[in-house]
Nanobody, 120 residues
């Protein structure tokens, strides 16, 4: 059974940092496009960042460029999202995903989500 388990969410003040982790089981993150989405309160889900574990290519949406860094540790089958200089508008439920396709159109597998709240 494929599972993605996020951790690392929480409450932080604006300007602070959090590091999200996503542990994958039931499949290998090798040669995959994995990444993060988020759903802000009252809004639709949106893409945040992805990484291609086969070649290391990454992508970030404009709103997080220069502040967020995505990485993966294939040996640990784990993905990370380092979030710095957090803003209140980053408040959302963050989901990790694997098998991302067509930009941020969708993914084959999803985690349950972890809440990130940034206070002003």
């Amino acid at each position: 059974e494929v599972q993605l388990l996020e951790s690392g969410g929480g409450l932080v003040q604006a300007g602070g940092s959090l590091r999200l982790s996503c542990l994958a089981s039931g499949f290998s993150v090798d040669d995959n496009v994995i990444g993060w989405f988020r759903r802000p309160p009252g809004k639709e889900r949106e893409g945040v960042s992805w990484i291609s574990t086969s070649n290391g290519n990454t992508h970030y949406v404009d709103s997080v460029k220069g502040r967020f860094t995505i990485s993966s540790d294939n040996a640990k089958n784990t993905m990370y999202l380092q979030m710095n200089s957090l803003k209140p508008e980053d408040t959302a439920v963050y989901f990790c995903a694997a098998g991302i396709y067509s930009g941020y159109a969708g993914a084959d597998y999803w985690g349950q989500g972890t809440q990130v709240t940034v206070s002003s």
